[in-house]
């Protein structure tokens, strides 16, 4: 699960990010697991009604509404892909808002001439509900990877030389270094003159004795 995991969230990786090619232990907080476990559930939802959605607008008694359902399939998958990316906040916040479209969407075959009305207010308690717990959920991990808080780390005292810059300036200036130089052979066989490279010909060629 956690090898699919990882391959999964870097679909939503950028290019020049890091790709991960084995995981480790597991050092997710409860609330990133229970993203996990959104982003998973999603998926298993959005492919159903991908696939099979006369089964969900039959139970609802809203035959007709196949291409509408597919739709919402095919963000619930998308939601889910996000819920199992590194930024799982976002994916659990796509969840509330697609949770609001299928409340609106259920609201309106909540009607009287609606055999399937009972069916339809048992799926807007779940959905009502499953939204409270994708908005807590969102709102969890993001408190937990939030930063801000976080006092700002000062750099300026570094001047990136270990040993300060006196004792670094003039250091490359100490002569060829010998893995530097070139061997007699390559010497002979590429003597820097006037005539091969008369941009070259004030050079000197050293070469170890």
């Known amino acids: 699960m956690s090898f699919l995991n990882s391959q999964l969230g870097n679909v939503t990786r950028s290019p020049g990010d890091p790709k991960v090619i084995e ?12 993203g996990r476990a959104l982003g998973w559930v999603s998926i298993g939802l959005g492919v159903t009604e991908l696939f099979a959605p006369r089964v969900l607008t039959r139970w609802l008694g809203v035959e007709g509404k196949e291409s509408l359902v597919r739709t919402y399939g095919a963000r619930e998958i998308a939601s889910g892909v996000m819920c199992l990316s590194v930024n799982n906040d976002y994916g659990a916040w796509g969840r509330v808002a697609g949770d609001m479209l299928d409340l609106a969407s259920l609201a309106a075959a909540y009607r009287e001439d609606n055999p399937k009305k009972g069916n339809v207010g048992i799926a807007i308690a779940a959905v009502a509900g499953i939204a409270i717990v994708d908005a ?8 937990l990877h939030n930063r801000k808080d976080e006092p700002v780390r000062d750099y300026s005292d570094r001047s990136g030389f270990p040993k300060g810059i006196a004792y670094s300036r003039g250091k490359a200036s100490g002569g060829t270094p010998k893995d530097y130089r ?4 390559a010497a002979a066989a590429s003597r820097t003159t006037g005539e091969t490279s008369p941009a070259s010909a004030d050079l000197l060629l050293e070469v170890p004795a």
């Open 23 to 34: 995981s480790g232990p597991s050092s997710l907080k409860p609330a990133d697991s229970f």
């Open 182 to 185: 070139a061997t007699p052979a």
């Open 136 to 143: 807590i959920i969102g709102q969890t991990i993001r408190s």
